[in-house]
């Protein structure tokens, strides 16, 4: 191990307890209460005349976060997951040679198992008062001396573990982010639908417009593709009977990373027979309220600079709309390709003048609509070419049944009505192979086993994927999705040092 003098000394102190007979690695360490429970539990002493309750006494343990040594006495703050306490130790209480070792061997950092009752100091702060103190565990690698947390965002991300112990509100945001997952399985199952797991590894890489991992089958001898949707396997569910069925799942997508995205992510995917996507827009409206109410917020948040309204119903505004009243495009030019193609080149977009007029839009959409979504907006009946597995309008063939879900300029949900036609299908993935013999590394290949599967019959159905990583950005106020990634993708840290030189 490469240690700096610092740990060395901490070693060195580690082995001195040993040598006295005390192991600074014990096990077998019950806690009785977290700090928390200690504070509720022994709050009514504060309203006693002399502050404090001798004959009550209980156990603590946590994290030295805070040390303060006097000649006779000390106070510590320890932390656990819960919060923090103030300890209380005195030579009197504890015996005189067992206070020596405690100012000698005992620092911050250490995880330590406090007995004692709990008193109020002349500063009003609940305290235990410790009789027993015994070292957990003994820390080698001192804190960082900033004790409100780390500056260095690359260090934070990196080792995720310090983040947490100097930063009690990173540790809140995934607290949050386990409320919101929980929140959304005991929504589904409420609504009787099924929770299944699909594939982690695909034969075929589809689901979704995405550049997969590749991996390699030693035992099969043949590539698997890191699942990048697993709508097609979720939909195989529909057509053998399942008729409501959600994943909670991780997705892989081999693509760039910025503060939206991330190569492993988080989604939530749900399949509805006899259900439209409007009736899905309906239930994501209802599971939104939902959330918010678990988390005991308000339907008005603060999002940055920016106040996002949750009030349902959410908006609602077709795609041809949305580039007319939202991006200012005119209308003329909206479903002519070449109208399209001159507007971007005009306006600094780099485009190819093969692209369909369908793709051309999603252009149009990305820079001039997207970032302008603030509140909770469903846009609705994309263009065909971009919605591969979505249903066909009846009213316009060139309009898939289709919406995605944006708030603060970000997409957060996409759904549709579910193609069930195989012949339909299979023609678009065709399309989707020619796509990809042109250069599109993203478009869908052929799954000739789920065009099987829609030959059996799969009934009217409408499916939804819903972004959790960037749901909870929103629900915590974080603008990175690193931030709310216990451990998000880091370039290897070499690469990074070569870079900065």
Not at 55 to 74: N, P, Q, T, V, Y
Not at 350 to 371: C, I, P, Q, R
Not at 436 to 445: F, I, L, Q, S
């Amino acid at each position: 191990m490469d240690l700096n003098e610092y740990e060395l000394q901490r070693v060195q102190k580690a082995q001195d307890l040993q040598k006295i007979g005390i192991n600074p690695y014990p096990h077998n360490i019950k806690k009785e209460l977290s700090t928390q429970d200690f504070i509720q539990k022994f709050d009514y002493v504060k309203e006693l005349e002399n502050k404090r309750d001798e004959e009550k006494s209980d156990c603590i343990a946590g994290r030295i976060k805070f040390l303060r040594l006097m000649g006779k006495a000390a106070f510590l703050k320890i932390e656990d997951d819960k919060g923090l306490l103030q300890v209380y130790i005195s030579r009197d209480a504890l015996g005189a040679e067992w206070f020596k070792d405690i100012k000698k061997y005992i620092e911050v950092g250490d995880i330590i198992k406090v007995c004692g009752f709990p008193f109020v100091t002349k500063t009003g702060e609940l305290t235990i008062h410790a009789k027993e103190l015994q070292l957990v565990t003994k820390a080698i690698t001192p804190l960082p001396e900033k004790f409100h947390g780390l500056s260095d965002k690359e260090l934070r991300y990196r080792q995720r573990y310090l983040d947490m112990i100097m930063n009690q509100d990173v540790k809140k945001v995934f607290q949050i982010r386990s409320t919101i997952i929980s929140t959304i399985r005991s929504f589904f199952e409420n609504k009787n639908f099924l929770e299944v797991e699909t594939p982690m590894m695909h034969p075929i890489a589809g689901g979704a417009n995405a550049k997969p991992f590749v991996t390699h089958h030693n035992a099969l001898g043949v590539e698997r593709y890191l699942r990048i949707a697993p709508e097609l396997y979720l939909k195989r569910l529909v057509v053998g009977g399942f008729e409501s069925v959600f994943e909670i799942n991780r997705n892989f997508r081999n693509e760039g990373m910025d503060l939206t995205h991330n190569p492993e992510f988080t989604m939530i995917e749900f399949y509805w027979a006899y259900h439209t996507y409007k009736d899905l827009m309906s239930l994501t409206e209802e599971l939104f309220l939902t959330i918010l109410k678990r988390l005991k917020l308000p339907t008005k948040l603060n999002y940055g600079d920016l106040e996002i309204d949750f009030s349902v119903p959410f908006a609602k505004i077709s795609y041809d709309d949305s580039l007319v009243n939202i991006g200012k495009i005119p209308r003329d030019i909206i479903n002519d390709k070449t109208k399209i193609y001159d507007f971007l080149t005009e306006n600094g977009i780099s485009v190819k003048k093969e692209m369909s007029t369908g793709h051309l839009k999603a252009e149009l959409f990305d820079n001039f609509v997207e970032d302008k979504l603030i509140n909770p907006t469903f846009v609705m009946d994309f263009p065909i070419e971009i919605s591969p597995l979505s249903r066909r309008s009846d009213e316009d063939l060139n309009i898939a049944e289709r919406f995605e879900l944006f708030c603060a300029g970000k997409e957060i949900a996409n759904g549709f009505n579910e193609l069930n036609n195989p012949l339909d299908q299979y023609e678009r993935f065709k399309s989707q192979i020619d796509a990809k013999n042109a250069g599109d590394d993203e478009a869908h290949e052929m799954d000739e086993d789920y065009v099987k599967a829609l030959c059996y019959a799969m009934p009217p159905t409408a499916g939804e994927g819903i972004g959790i990583d960037r749901l909870t950005m929103l629900l915590t106020n974080q603008h990175s999705i690193r931030d709310v990634i216990l451990f998000p993708a880091m370039k290897p840290l070499e690469n990074t040092k070569k870079e900065d030189k």
